[in-house]
């Protein structure tokens, strides 16, 4: 019944039904027999979104990404059903034999089990599965097993075996890669063991193993995904408090964030730079690390936009970083009029650009939209990580902040280390984010200790 009704080409049918007028609504329902009223709340794949349904093709495990309410649980609930039930209740399923993992044994049961979105909320009376608290296990009528095991000991999964498996937020678990290795020796049962994993990403090992193995599959959704089935104030307060975060990407958006040992710049020191609006600033200049292309399979053009307070000691001053106006597959025209139009609208002083690739085109570029821009051009004598270093001193000193909204940003900055950028292509924004603070602050302070020489 997915995206089959007419005149629609909505992803499911509950979508239609929530777009459906009134009497649209009625019309459908009414030309329901008793016997298909009765079953439509548990036809999962009438109501499923796309994230909660899996994907077609040869898969051992399926990796649902998401948010913190975006369904995860609800879709490893049913999925578990589809494996275990048959056609009609007491008829055998294509699995028998199931695990059920969590962190403890009370997560098994209180969520994947008698959670609102967990198997017995999901199943229908007829085939509803019956919970053995002293074994820990729920048994079907048509006696297919779910056994509950806690990761917090992985030996309890040495020695049973299965022919399918529900693990759940895997990414949290202290013992994961144990207990994911004792569950893989044990799935074994069957012409086509398989599993279903639901976790809010976190970058942890295990799950990094797991998603770049080519066996498995994945599905992603943001927790607005599932916003009607949540409440309204639920996502204004986390929106407003976590909105641009990485803290919020992850649990929100359900992003896997990069992250590597010994970077520049970590998530924790970057979730302290927070803050909602900036002060008034003394300089705000916009800096420019022009891709060496212009076309599709470029790097991005970083452009951010910095400001600071210069009064008093070197010591005093503090930055802040207002936007990240980046552009992507940009030709010069495109990215130098986006960095024109930021400094109007932050009333920038000055734009600073790195020439190392585009030389005297870079100004040239820039001047041919605005002549009288003021500009500085940067070249770089030392590699990024250099550069880089001195403007992370800066940040473990609390001098630079960052308003919300630099995601794309800070996920950069996570993966430059001493040694180099570690991320894909290109660290184009922390470029330009270097080239600013070294312009507002590092060169400002250096000169203003300089000795003067007194004439004689």
């Given at each position: 019944m997915?995206?089959?009704l007419?005149?629609h080409?909505?992803?499911s ?12 609504q009625?019309e ?21 979104l ?9 898969w ?7 948010g913190?309410g975006?369904g ?11 494996q ?14 199931v695990a059920?993992?969590?962190?403890t044994l ?8 008698f ?28 006696g ?5 095991f806690?990761a ?5 999964l ?6 399918a ?5 895997l990414?949290k678990?202290?013992?994961?890669e144990?207990?994911?290795d ?7 049962l069957?012409?086509?063991?398989r ?10 090992p ?8 080519p066996?498995?599959?994945t599905?992603?959704a ?10 309204a104030?639920?996502l204004?307060?986390v929106r407003?408090r976590y ?17 590597v ?10 979730e302290?730079t927070?803050i909602?609006?900036a002060?008034?600033?003394?300089r ?10 212009g ?7 970083g452009?951010?936009?910095v ?5 008093g ?7 802040v970083?207002?936007?990240?106006a980046?552009v ?14 930021a400094?109007?609208?932050h009333g920038a ?6 020439v ?9 570029v ?6 009288l ?14 550069r ?7 940040y ?5 902040a960052?308003l919300?909204g630099?995601g794309?940003?800070?996920d ?6 001493p ?13 330009a984010?270097?080239w600013?603070i ?11 200790r ?7």
């Open positions: 997915r995206s089959t007419p005149g080409g909505l992803r049918g509950a979508d239609w039904i929530a777009c459906a007028t009134p009497e649209e009625a459908f329902l009414t030309g329901l027999s008793e016997g298909a009223l009765l079953v439509l709340p548990y036809l999962f794949e009438f109501w499923a796309p994230h909660q349904l899996p994907p077609e093709g040869d051992r495990s399926w990796v649902i990404l998401g913190r975006a995860k649980t609800r879709a490893g609930a049913e999925w578990v059903r589809a275990v039930e048959g056609s009609r209740p007491m008829d055998p399923g294509g699995s028998r034999r059920l993992v969590g962190e009370d997560q098994v049961r209180e969520v994947m089990v959670g609102e979105s967990g198997i017995l909320a999901c199943s229908p009376p007829d085939r509803r599965p019956k919970w053995e608290a002293t074994r820990k296990r729920l048994v079907w009528p048509n297919a097993v779910a056994q509950a806690s917090h000991e992985p030996e309890s040495r020695g049973p075996q299965f022919d498996a529900w693990v759940d937020e990414a678990w202290k013992k994961a144990d207990a994911w004792m569950l893989q020796f044990g799935l074994r069957g012409p086509h063991p599993q279903c994993v639901t976790t809010t990403p976190r970058n942890v295990v799950l990094r193993a797991i998603l770049d193995n066996s498995t599959v599905t992603h943001p927790t607005e995904a599932n916003r009607a089935y949540l409440a104030s639920f204004d307060e407003a909105a641009g975060t990485r803290l919020g990407r992850q649990e929100l958006d359900g992003v896997l964030l990069e992250a040992e010994g970077a520049l710049w970590t998530s924790a020191m970057l302290t927070r909602d609006a002060p008034e600033m003394d705000v200049v916009v800096a420019v690390d022009p891709p060496v292309t076309h599709s399979g470029s790097d991005a053009c452009i951010l936009v400001g600071a307070r210069v009064q000691d070197p010591q005093d001053w503090r930055a970083v207002l936007e990240d980046s992507t597959a940009a030709s010069p025209t495109t990215w130098a009029e986006a960095a024109i139009a400094m109007e609208r002083e000055r734009l600073v650009a790195e190392n690739q585009g030389g005297d085109l870079v100004e040239t820039l001047r041919q939209i605005d002549p821009i003021p500009y500085r051009g940067v070249r770089a004598s030392r590699g990024k990580a250099a880089a270093e001195p403007v992370a001193a800066l473990e000193q609390g001098r630079v960052h919300r630099l794309a940003l800070e950069q900055m996570c993966l430059m280390t040694q180099g950028f570690r991320g894909k292509g290109s660290p184009d924004r922390v470029d984010l270097v600013a070294h312009d507002l602050m590092i060169e400002p302070a250096a000169h203003w300089r000795p003067r020489v007194r004439s004689l």
